[in-house]
C-alpha cells in the first residue's frame, strides 16, 4: 500500500505465513519481500528481515516492514513505547456485552497445550501476575444473526468490533475474547472445532495502522479494507434488529 526508502506497508493476504519456520520455508511474507526488496536480507535479523510485529497465518491486513536498520530501530522503538495505533475488525461469536470495553487480562503460553496462548491468573502462592500484561479495547459496530452450518433451525448471534490493540501479545485478540465466551468466529484453534459459517479461516482484518515515519516524525495512517471473503460473508448474515 505504501513504501518509501524506509519501509513497506503492505495488505497480507490470509493463508500467508509472515516469516519462514518449520513447515514453512518457502512462500512466507518475508520471502516475497526478499524478491521485492533484495537489500532487506539481515535487516532486523536474518530469518525476520525488516519484520518488526508480525499477524497470525489466517489474518489478512496491515503489516510493516523496515528496509533499513535505522529504520528498524525506529519501528522497534514506536511498537515498544505502544505510540503505533493498531485496529482491527473482528466477527465475534454471540451478542456481546457491554457494547464497548476493555479487557485486561494477562497471557502466556498454555500450560499443557505449547502452541496456544491462555488467560493466566496470578500465581496462587505468591499472587505475582503470570505472564505478560495484555490490553484489548473494543466497540461494537453492527450486530448479526445466522443459521448455523448443519443446523438449519439453529439461528446464532454474532458481534462486529473494531477492536484496538494496546499491546501486541501472540493471539491476543483470540485469547481474549475467546476467554470472554465470544470467540472470533471461524477461529477453530480458540473456539469451536466445527465451521459455524461458511468462513475459510477466522474473521479478523488488521484494518487500520498509524505510525510516525522514521526519516521525518510525519505520522501516516494506513487503512486496508475488509477483504472480498470477509465483505461477502457479511453481506449473507441479516442484521439483528432485536435489540436484545
Known sequence: LYEDNDLLIINKAAGMVVHPAPGHA??????AVLHHCPELEGVGGER????VHRLDRDT???IVVAKNDRAHRSLQTQFANRTVYKEYLALIEGK???ESGRITAALGRHPTDRKRQAVLPPDPLTG???GRDAVT?????GRYVAPVIGASTNVAAFTLVKVILHTGRTHQIRVHFAWLKHPVAGDTVYGYRKARLSLQRQFLHAHRLRLRL???GEEREF???LPDDLTQLLASLDTDSSGA
Not at 518457502?26 to 520471502?31: D, E, I, K, M, Q
Not at 525476520?48 to 519484520?51: D, E, L, Q, W
Not at 479495547?137 to 459496530?141: G, I, L, N, P
Open 223 to 225: 487503512v486496508a479494507p
Open 128 to 130: 505475582l501476575q503470570r
Open 137 to 141: 479495547e473494543y466497540h461494537t459496530v
Open 48 to 51: 525476520r528481515p525488516g519484520i
Open 96 to 98: 456481546l456485552r457491554p
Open 60 to 62: 489478512s491486513g496491515l
Open 26 to 31: 518457502s512462500g512466507t511474507l518475508v520471502n
Open 214 to 216: 522514521p526519516s521525518t
